[in-house]
């Protein structure tokens, strides 16, 4: 029998991603010699190697050694960045191409927001990835990143919470559960907590779709770049229900045993992953169940690609 091989409606570009990867195309196809992107257009190392051979360079503004920009274009990534850092691209004399995912955009309003309203501003996310940095960088006073639920037990019990307005805005692809559980841990601990919920919607639709494809698959294959936050907790999320689960950032990392024994396989990309990487997946997946069909029949050679 042939292998069944299933995909969601989600499994490509998230609306936030797509918008960046056709701004930065277009500014390419005006500036190809003159075209930056501030690090890593998205955590996809497929779409990075793509935009590379079509002229676009990295740079990295905490490297200290920028290149010369003036009139070049710098490309401001899906994550958005920080003030200090636009106004030193600005200060070099670069034309800034601002590709900052809307939703992100609303991370930093609601943060605005808050902090002008007098709270104290909380953000739920790595500390460390590219959109909280950005987040951080773009409100105008102290801000505390909590990385789980029992960092913000921490927090509350070493900052004298209960006299605190608090002022809590998430990182756009954490998880709801997360969300849930640190408003209810603050909502005992502080004096004021004002909450706004800027999880993408995007995302949340894709988390869904996996679970449910996760209940109808033997396996599951999550593609996407390992550094991108939302493809290792689409990973996780699937792995949590039981049913086998690999993340790859590339077809040919499939081993063919992962096919022993198996009737269907699930394919879900991240919010990077482009549907040429899910097309190309799926075909993969399809070779080597033809490979493994006539391993079963004693036929060789015929079809096999070898």
Not at 125 to 136: K, M, T
Not at 232 to 247: F, I, K, N
């Amino acid at each position: 029998m042939a292998l069944k091989v299933k995909t969601t409606g989600d499994s490509s570009f998230c609306p936030g991603v797509a918008r960046a990867f056709t701004i930065t195309k277009e500014t390419l196809f005006d500036h190809r010699d003159s075209t930056f992107s501030l690090g890593p257009l998205i955590h996809n190392p497929e779409v990075v190697a793509l935009l590379e051979a079509l002229g676009l360079s990295t740079i990295d503004p905490g490297a200290g050694d920028l290149p010369e920009l003036k009139g070049s274009h710098v490309i401001i990534r899906s994550h958005g960045t920080d003030m200090a850092t636009e106004k030193e691209l600005e200060r070099r004399g670069a034309v800034l191409v601002d590709a900052t995912c809307p939703t992100v955009k609303r991370v930093h309003e609601a943060a605005r927001e808050l902090m002008d309203a007098g709270y104290d501003i909380v953000i739920l996310g790595r500390a460390e990835h590219p959109e909280v940095q950005a987040i951080v960088g773009r409100v105008d006073g102290p801000v505390t990143v909590l990385e789980s639920t029992e960092d913000a037990i921490r927090w509350a019990s070493e900052n004298d919470a209960r006299d605190r307005r608090v002022g809590l805005v998430c990182q756009t692809t954490i998880s709801r559960q997360f969300l849930d559980s640190v408003t209810s841990v603050l909502r005992e601990r502080v004096g004021e907590l004002e909450v706004r919920d800027t999880i993408c919607e995007a995302v949340l639709r894709r988390r869904e779709e996996a679970l449910e494809l996760a209940g109808e698959v033997d396996l599951l294959l999550v593609v996407g770049g390992r550094m991108s936050s939302n493809t290792a907790q689409l990973a996780m999320l699937c792995a949590s229900t039981g049913v086998r689960t690999y993340l790859i950032e590339r077809p040919a990392e499939i081993q063919r045993e992962w096919l022993e024994g198996v009737g269907s396989v699930g394919v879900i990309g991240g919010a990077s992953t482009p549907r040429w990487v899910i097309n190309h997946t799926t075909s993969t997946l399809r070779k080597l169940d033809r490979v493994r069909g006539m391993g079963r029949t004693g036929r060789t050679g015929e079809g096999t690609g070898q």
